[in-house]
């Protein structure tokens, strides 16, 4: 059941800002926002998360919509280790309903030197 | 920093055989997952667990078993393990009931069934 829409694949030279788009028209309001990269033979590993604000740490700013129905992981500055598939995923807020995330296909970033 | 370890790495075993992956966290978190990847799918849920002796269904359980028998321990199970079963599997924790929730993965393990 997909509930985001990224592209599949995305390429950048290296020290370039990265905007990495998704789209989540279906949104609830109780569904928070969740970035998660991964490397090849390796699992997934935890970016950022927002659910109105936009968000920044020490590796992306996540910028989301005004009516929520997307967001834009922006990566400044880019390097051959944020190669990576980058999922955008929604998940229910676990004080209320379901715990799960819902992972999609996730959108491949290759980053030319 | 979190910690969750899978085993094997690699696993081969021949369709009908008996399979045990493992997974053990030392996070003292409450949830624990087992996920499958394949080319072409995202990460799709098998089972999860928020505690020793629980056991909830996740989104594709057909054809696996899964026991948690610690907080610490979270084994999936294929009894009579078949070709469409060779994947990549991966096992995840997380502390549950925050906002701020964060899966922590292990390295995953890969099976193949022959």
């Known amino acids: 059941d997909a509930k985001t829409t990224q592209p599949d694949s995305m390429e950048s030279t290296e020290g370039e800002t990265v905007h990495l788009p998704c789209s989540h028209a279906t949104i609830s309001g109780n569904e928070y926002i969740y970035w998660y990269r991964q490397v090849p033979l390796q699992g997934p590993e935890y970016v950022t998360h927002g659910l109105q604000q936009n968000t920044t740490n020490s590796m992306a700013f996540l910028a989301i919509a005004s009516d929520r129905k997307s967001s834009t992981l922006i990566l400044p500055h880019v390097s051959l280790r944020d190669a990576a598939v980058y999922h955008c995923?929604?998940?229910?807020?676990?004080?209320?309903?379901?715990?799960?995330?819902?992972f999609g296909k996730g959108t491949s970033l290759t980053v030319i030197p | 920093e979190a910690a969750v370890t899978q085993s094997p790495r690699n696993k081969v075993t021949v369709t009908g055989g008996n399979v045990t992956l493992s997974c053990r966290q030392t996070?003292?978190?409450?949830?624990m997952y087992w996920y499958r990847q394949d080319t072409g799918h995202g990460l799709r849920l098998i089972h999860y667990?928020?505690?020793?002796?629980?056991?909830q269904i996740g989104d594709v359980p057909d054809g696996y078993k899964a026991t948690r028998t610690t907080q610490e321990d979270f084994f999936l199970l294929l009894e009579l393990a078949s070709p469409s079963q060779t994947s990549l599997y991966f096992c995840a924790s997380s502390g549950g009931g925050s906002s701020a929730e964060t899966l922590y993965f292990g390295s995953g393990t890969r099976l193949t069934v022959l």
């Open positions: 996070n003292s978190h409450n949830y």
């Open positions: 667990s928020y505690g020793a002796g629980n056991l």
């Open positions: 995923i929604l998940r229910v807020d676990p004080n209320t309903g379901y715990q799960n995330f819902y």
